[in-house]
């Protein structure tokens, strides 16, 4: 790493990691759509009913709740590639894996077969999430931070428009199974940035012994921390209902984007090309600053 290096300068190696980085944050933008509003745009197609549709909202739980498995990660040692490449590999593979089977579904036929490979999707994809910010942590000096998770940031933007407007689009001419098929596919390029990308050398740090004592010292302790602080409920209650209306309403967009007819591939798709045009740079430029 180039530790020494001040702020915005960058060496080769510097410049090798970031592109690695920026695959990585596609190989993490991937899979949310397709296991969120891509696949509610699928079923409502479909004509699965509302409340069907509804429940894919608790897919998405498992983003939430990742920090529970996390320590898992940390603690256990793969057999081989080190101990992010190790563990990065196989989640990738068995993420595409999970994809795959996803697109051979049919949420019209078999609705509770479609839920359950979208939430084994997103656990998959929430797992490795948590690998690759442990890999940019460790495999980046602290004045390369900024400019890595912005690399993440764009890349996972674009998958994210990939997977949801470009789904979409392709879901005209190929079918949904060929445009999730495809999917899988490129989630594949995940794999292959890892094997590029250098193991991080750090000193760890001595942590309890057992997964339960490690889990209180991850998990239990800085929640209680959190939790303790002065207004915290004031602070928790603002973010709840700061979300709540783009929660509930996002949720039940994609029953109704088809009500309008025979425009509404064309709707969905420009609908995406510009939430990309305004939403792709500003965040990455935030996390360089």
């Not at 359950?116 to 000096?141: H, M, N, T, Y």
């Not at 094997?195 to 050398?201: C, R, S």
């Not at 004031?234 to 709840?240: E, L, Q």
């Amino acid at each position: 790493m180039s530790g020494q290096a001040g702020r915005g300068s960058f060496s080769r190696p510097d410049f090798g990691r970031l592109g690695i980085m920026a695959v990585l944050g596609f190989s993490s933008g991937l899979p949310w759509a397709l296991s969120g509003p891509t696949l509610r745009y699928w079923m409502s197609g479909e004509h699965v009913p509302l409340g069907m549709i509804g429940l894919t909202a608790n897919i998405g739980l498992a983003y939430l709740l990742k920090f529970v498995w996390a320590p898992f990660f940390d603690e256990a040692k793969p057999f081989f590639f080190g101990r992010r490449r190790g563990w990065l590999i196989p989640v990738q593979i068995a993420l595409a894996l999970a994809i795959a089977a996803l697109a051979l579904s049919d949420p019209g036929q078999d609705i509770w077969l479609t839920l359950g490979l979208g939430a084994l999707v997103a656990f998959l994809s929430a797992s490795q999430d948590i690998i690759i910010d442990a890999w940019r942590i460790e495999a980046f000096a602290p004045n390369l931070q900024g400019a890595a998770l912005a690399c993440e940031v764009w890349g996972w933007r674009v998958a994210y428009q990939v997977s949801n407007a470009g789904v979409i689009a392709l879901s005209i001419g190929l079918g949904w199974h060929g445009a999730f098929g495809l999917m899988a596919v490129l989630a594949l390029l995940g794999p292959l940035a890892v094997l590029f990308a250098p193991e991080p050398q750090v000193a760890r740090e001595v942590h309890p012994a057992g997964l339960a004592s490690r889990f209180t010292q991850a998990v239990r302790e800085p929640l209680q921390e959190f939790l303790g602080r002065r207004g915290i409920a004031v602070i928790i209650g603002f973010i709840v209902l700061f979300r709540l209306g783009g929660a509930l309403g996002g949720t039940m967009l994609a029953p109704i984007i088809p009500l309008w007819g025979s425009i509404a591939p064309i709707s969905r798709w420009r609908t995406g090309r510009y939430r990309w045009s305004a939403a792709l740079p500003a965040p990455g430029w935030v996390a360089c600053w």
